[in-house]
Structure formats: structure tokens, C-alpha cells
């Protein structure tokens, strides 16, 4: 047992046994450096990390190879998950010194923590280019005694050459309606017209960028929009990537197809399409885009809901197969004869037309993704019993390994995700197991001062500060839920929130950084504006203080959502696909947002029809006008004591209504 034993990550639990003397993260690690003159093995992944546990497994788990690492190394496992300061620090390094990351990812340091050798997964032997892990340790450990002096000057250039990089904000001004038309314009240029999707394989779930196309759409007309929206989710929704049996996505397809995917399941994705996809139904009344939502909603809560209210991080790709190896996608995939067995020849047959399965595979070993390639009609009935057999049969296959960590901007993400799918399917469940995170949240992440931890697990919260996207991200949440329950106090924790955002995460002309002006120092303070596999901090933050601001009236909170949302008016036009979150923001901000009051009862018809409304990033508050927690609600009265809606938008009011139909209208989003 070395020193991970007792933390709080999962991913860190999994190596307490190596033979591997491994220490957490901190100044003590350091210090050891120091103290034995020998340079830090920084070892970075993750717990659903395919690659992460091979090379645990080939290396790390060898006897020899850990006493080597030992003698020669101070080594450090990193969760990325629980530090993605770390994580993004290092990583920026490793991209700009060989073009390319990923996880596992192995970086070679001095004991100031300087940077000086990097790479990625190292196999046991030699093989594909890659030189071996011990021959790396063996050169890394003979340039650390034999040429100090030119360890230092790399390691020096390297920190020197990040502190140089400038981050292009975008200069004064505004995202606009110039901006917005050139982001769809590259998007439809990268837009794979026979897959759908966007670019080749890899292929990855662009939750962003579709709620961007869906809030385009709404505001503008945009047929187009709509189109690349509605035709990426259905690809999706019929791939191998989207759980045709328990609902729920995988990471990623591997192939440009949507056919195999990256088999493990991470909760911010599925938190995301959840929600797109919900945004989808209301968009165009597709009885697809309802199923998904709901199956997906119902496999966060069956499959990732922890015994304290929260909601687990990922599961993973490996599990045992019928030989008790683990293997990627064990328990997903069938064969043919495996369809036999559990539902006799007619009904297997019928199976493999229905979700693809053939004799040759479509994944390995002659096994198969359950995909729907039949756009035609089907026997419904027999088809929703045969996957309720097969989903029977498959729960008795050894399950994956999950990651009961709770991370605090994922469970946000999650918390809209569920409340919004609640309100708009008529399930309070989801409602209520979106109430029991958020809480969880509060208890056991806030704190007495509101400062975000990053993760907790077991009911015990980790140590680690959070980040700019779990204030961003848990406060979009908590916005949601203010939304659907009529529950002020969601709005005022939001708002808690988002004071330590200007407070201290706010730079010079409305940069945000990644981490706040009291945290651990790093070799750089880490600031990156772009979404990737889920809303940037930079992108989440603007969001909700632009919500924050339509629901408040709060002029600085208007204020830092303006002036961060330049970084979208220069990164927009050039790299849409990578700032998918910044763009639906802007969208917000171009319609108004639009301020919605209901005075009168929460879940009554104008609430809904509130909630259902288009209009790009709307605010709704509901409830009763005397002692509201709503400012949104003040001096509203109900007219002739029937609920009455009021839409506000730039400053200008319409009159008040009592007619779902006239306030439908009102919130289509199509500008007037």
C-alpha cells in the first residue's frame, strides 16, 4: 500500500496497491525531489481511461519496473478529473512541445515542478515508434545526472515559452449578428452531409454546438440550423454510440459512421445530449428526441445516482468478458449465437435485422454494436420486447467499473438536465432527484463561504478547490432548477456563486482564469476559453451570469458576461465547433435575454408554457407575487386574479397576458 491510500478519487484508489511508491499531488512530493536530487514522474488519467489502465497494468503494476521508477523518480499519480488545473497546465506543455496529448499522459519534472520531458502511453517494449517505458526512464534518468545543466534550459524555455502565450480576447465589443452567421457558415462546411455529425473519425457528440444550432434557429429561422441539428441527433440517436438497450451514450464513435464508440459512458456527456435533445422535442415535437431524452435521463439515475443524492462520474469502458478478461465493451456488444441463446432462432433473427447484428461484426471478434438501421417501419411491439430480454440477460454479465466520485460542474450540468427534462415530460421525479443533487451540492461543496470544493465521494468532500467551470456549471443548474420548482433560493445560491466569480476569477478587461487569484500557484494559471467535452469554465460562467443578470437586474453581472463573451466574437467565426457554448450564449444575449414572470401557481399552464418557450437562453420565474424571492416577480399581479405571464425584453415590456397561446407566441423565438 503506498500513499494514495485514503484519498478521495477512485482513479487514485485503483494504483494504492501498485508496487509503485506513489504520492498525491502536493508540496510534500516536491519536497521528497529536493530532498533526494531526483527529478518527479508526473503520471496523469483518469478512471474510465482505456489506455490509462493498460499501461497501469503492462508497467506500473511490474514489480521491476516500479523498483526502478522508485529509485530514480518521485513519482505522481494525478486524477485529471479532481485537478484539472494540473491537468491543463501540463497538458498545454505536452501539445506545444510534440502537437499531439491524451491520456495517460507522462510528463518528467524538476522539483520546482518545471516541466522538461513528455509524452503520452509508453509500452512495455519498443513497438509502433514508441520507445519502451523503462528505456524512457533509463534516458530520462541519465540526462538527469549526466546533463543537469541542459535539463534546467529546457525546463526553463519551456515555462518561459508558456508564460508568453497570449490569450486573443477579441478586443472591444460584442459577439453580433456578423459573427454568428460566419460560425453557421463554418459549421455547415465541416457538417458531414451523409454521417451528419461534424468532421471525421474520431467522432464526438457535439452537445455545444447543437444547442447553439437549436437557439439559432429559434431566434433567426434558420432552416439549416435546425437541419444539422435535428439530423446529427438522429444519427446519433440510431448508432452504436447511444446505448440502444439501457439508453445513455458512450464517450465518442471511433469511426466517422456513429457505428463503434468509445465504449465508456461519462456523466457530463450524457448530462449534455440529455438536455439537447430535450431542447430538440420542444424545438420540433420529435417522439425520438422525447425517448432519448428520458432513457437517458432514466440511465443517469438507475446507473450513476449515488447513495448520497449526487451523481457518479463515469463508467467505464472495460468489463470481464465470458472468460474473465477484461475487455473493452464486454458488456455491450453480441454475437449472433449470443441472440440465440437468450431469445431462440425467430426472435434472434428478427434482433439482428433490428439492431444490425451480423455474423461477420461490426466490432471484434465477430461481435456487434446494437445499432437501429432500419428507417422503416417495424414490429414496435416485438422490438420493445425483445430489448427488454436482451436487457434482462445483459444485466447478468459482469458490469463495468464505475467512478463514484461526484464532480461538482458535471452534477450542475446534470441538475438542469434533469429538472428541464421533468418539467417538460410531466415526470417530478427527475425534478426531485435534480433537487437532491443540487442539495448535496450546497452541503457538502459549498461550504459556509460558498467556495466550491471540486469533488466529493462517500458523503466525505474531497480537498481540492473547485474551478471556474464548476461555479459556472453548478450555477447553470441551479438557475434550471430555480426555473422549473419556483424556489428562489436557487437563484440566491446561484447568485453566491457567481460573487466568487467576480470576485476571483475576473481578470483585466473580463478574462476569466480557470482557477481563482487564492489558489495553488502553478507554473502558469491556467485560462482557456474553448469547449471541449463540456462547457469551457470561461463559456459556463458567462452563461450564468447572463442569466443571473436577465433574473436580478444586476448591472456587473450583465457587465462580466459582455465583456466575456468577446473571446466568442474572435474564436466564433474562426473555430465554431470548438466554442459551441460560447456561441448559444451569444445567442442569448443577441435575443435578450427574454424575462419571464408568472405570477401565479408553479406547474400550472403558463409555467409550462413558459418553460416550453424557444426564446434563446428565456429567464422564467413563477410563483406568487407577494414575498416572492424572485425579483423577475415583484409588482406583477395576477390580472382580474387569473395567472398572468409578462415578457420583458431589452427593456421594453409587453403587455401582460393570461393566455397560454398569446404567451407561446410571445416566446417562439423568431425575433419580431
Not at 630 to 651: K, Q, S
Amino acid at each position: 500500500m503506498n500513499r494514495l491510500a485514503g484519498v478521495t478519487s477512485p482513479y487514485l484508489l485503483q494504483h494504492a496497491d501498485n508496487p509503485v511508491d506513489w504520492w498525491p499531488w502536493g508540496p510534500e512530493a516536491f519536497e521528497e525531489a529536493r530532498r533526494r536530487d531526483v527529478p518527479v514522474l508526473l503520471s496523469v488519467g483518469y478512471s474510465a481511461c482505456h489506455w490509462c489502465h493498460v499501461m497501469a497494468h503492462e508497467s506500473f503494476e511490474d514489480e521491476v519496473v516500479a523498483a526502478y521508477l522508485n529509485e530514480h523518480f518521485v513519482p505522481v499519480k494525478v486524477d485529471r478529473e479532481e485537478r484539472p488545473d494540473v491537468d491543463a497546465v501540463y497538458m498545454e506543455a505536452v501539445q506545444a512541445a510534440t502537437g499531439q496529448g491524451g491520456w495517460p499522459m507522462t510528463v518528467f519534472l524538476t522539483a520546482e515542478a518545471e516541466p522538461f520531458y513528455f509524452g503520452t502511453y509508453f509500452p512495455p517494449e519498443s513497438r509502433h515508434g514508441l520507445p519502451s517505458f523503462r528505456q524512457v526512464l533509463e534516458g530520462v534518468a541519465a540526462a538527469w545526472t549526466e546533463r543537469r545543466d541542459e535539463v534546467g534550459e529546457v525546463a526553463g524555455r519551456i515555462v518561459r515559452d508558456l508564460s508568453q502565450r497570449t490569450l486573443a480576447h477579441g478586443g472591444e465589443g460584442l459577439p453580433a449578428e456578423a459573427e454568428l452567421a460566419q460560425a453557421l457558415l463554418g459549421l455547415t462546411r465541416e457538417y458531414d452531409e451523409k454521417n451528419r455529425g461534424f468532421g471525421g473519425a474520431p467522432k464526438f457528440p457535439p452537445s455545444m454546438v447543437i444547442e447553439f444550432l437549436l437557439r439559432h434557429h429559434a431566434r433567426t429561422g434558420a432552416d439549416g440550423a435546425l437541419q444539422m441539428a435535428a439530423g446529427t441527433c438522429e444519427a446519433m440517436a440510431r448508432g452504436g454510440m447511444y446505448d440502444q438497450l439501457g439508453g445513455g451514450f458512450a464517450r465518442y464513435s471511433v469511426d466517422r459512421e456513429w457505428v463503434v464508440p468509445h465504449f465508456e459512458k461519462m456523466l457530463y456527456d450524457n448530462a449534455l445530449l440529455c438536455r439537447v435533445y430535450a431542447h430538440l422535442w420542444r424545438s420540433t415535437g420529435s417522439e425520438q428526441a422525447r425517448r432519448v431524452a428520458l432513457e437517458t435521463a432514466d440511465f443517469m439515475v438507475r446507473e450513476l445516482r449515488t447513495a448520497e443524492g449526487g451523481f457518479a462520474s463515469a463508467l467505464d469502458a472495460d468489463s470481464e468478458d465470458a472468460d474473465g478478461k477484461h475487455v473493452e465493451g464486454a458488456y455491450y456488444v453480441w454475437t449472433p449465437a449470443q441472440l440465440r441463446e437468450v431469445l431462440g432462432p425467430d426472435d434472434a433473427a428478427f434482433a439482428a435485422e433490428y439492431f444490425g447484428v451480423t455474423e461477420e461484426g461490426t466490432f471484434e471478434e465477430g461481435a456487434s454494436v446494437l445499432q437501429l438501421p432500419l428507417t422503416g417501419p417495424a414490429d414496435e411491439a416485438r422490438a420493445a420486447g425483445v430489448r427488454a430480454r436482451l436487457l434482462a440477460a445483459r444485466e447478468l454479465r459482469p458490469r463495468p467499473g464505475r467512478d463514484d466520485k461526484v464532480v461538482a460542474a458535471w452534477n450542475g450540468l446534470a441538475v438542469a438536465a434533469l429538472a428541464e427534462a421533468g418539467a417538460y415530460f410531466d415526470r417530478p421525479d427527475l425534478v426531485e432527484r435534480a433537487t437532491e443533487a443540487a442539495d448535496l451540492l450546497v452541503r457538502l461543496h459549498m461550504g459556509p463561504v460558498a467556495r466550491l470544493v471540486r469533488t466529493s465521494k462517500d458523503g466525505r468532500a474531497g480537498e481540492h478547490a473547485g474551478v471556474l467551470e464548476d461555479y459556472g456549471d453548478v450555477a447553470e443548474g441551479f438557475l434550471a432548477l430555480a426555473a422549473v420548482t419556483g424556489e428562489g433560493v436557487w437563484l440566491e445560491f446561484a447568485g453566491f456563486l457567481l460573487d466568487i466569480v467576480l470576485e476571483h476569477f475576473t481578470g483585466e478587461g473580463g478574462q476569466l482564469y480557470d482557477t481563482a487569484d487564492d489558489a495553488e500557484q502553478l507554473i502558469r494559471r491556467p485560462q482557456d476559453p474553448t469547449d471541449s467535452a463540456t462547457p469551457a469554465g470561461w463559456t459556463a460562467a458567462a452563461g450564468a451570469l447572463l442569466s443571473y443578470a436577465a433574473y436580478t437586474g444586476s448591472e456587473p453581472h450583465r457587465t462580466a458576461a459582455e465583456e466575456a463573451l468577446g473571446v466568442v466574437k474572435a474564436l466564433g467565426p474562426k473555430a465554431p465547433r470548438f466554442i459551441g457554448w460560447g456561441l448559444a450564449v451569444a445567442e442569448a444575449l443577441l435575443d435578450g435575454p427574454r424575462e419571464v414572470a408568472v405570477a401565479g401557481p408553479v406547474g400550472g399552464e403558463l409555467h409550462r408554457t413558459a418553460l416550453l418557450g424557444r426564446a434563446p437562453g428565456a429567464v422564467v420565474a413563477a410563483g406568487e407575487t407577494a414575498g416572492s424571492e424572485f425579483p423577475l416577480l415583484a409588482d406583477r399581479p395576477m390580472v382580474d386574479g387569473a395567472p398572468t405571464a409578462y415578457v420583458c425584453r431589452h427593456f421594453v415590456c409587453e403587455a401582460p397576458t393570461t393566455d397560454p397561446e398569446v404567451l407561446a407566441r410571445a416566446l417562439g423565438g423568431a425575433v419580431s
